[in-house]
């Protein structure tokens, strides 16, 4: 399901069901990226999602890393053992926080 919306000169299409208006800080914080030539793609991240601090990547977090080079999760082995660890930025209302994530298949899928 696509959902295209034109936010103040922002293009953006959101693939996944999980999508919703953005707030108005958001949408602010993607404007200041995009001006500053930063690409980016949002995460909607559910409680359960933070508590058990593993988030699935949807079809549109893996396009946009595989779009650019930075992963691909269709040719990376299942299993934590094949994990692939990257420094990320993670923006929320209160700043910006450095942390690493990392990237695998389960075993299951």
């Known amino acids: 399901m696509s959902n295209e919306q034109n936010l103040g000169g922002i293009y953006m299409k959101a693939w996944s069901r999980n999508t919703w208006p953005l707030k108005k800080y958001e949408s602010e914080n993607l404007a200041a990226l995009n001006s500053l030539g930063i690409e980016s793609t949002l995460l909607f991240i559910t409680a359960t999602g933070l508590e058990k601090s593993i988030l699935d990547a949807t079809s549109t977090v893996r396009r946009f890393l595989q779009d ?19 420094k990320a930025i993670v923006f929320t209302g209160k700043g910006r926080t450095h942390t690493t994530i990392s990237l695998y298949r389960p075993s299951t899928k």
């Not at 650019?68 to 990257?86: E, T």
């Open 68 to 86: 650019r080079g930075v992963h691909n999760y269709a040719s990376q082995r299942q299993g934590g053992k094949h994990r692939v660890k990257l």
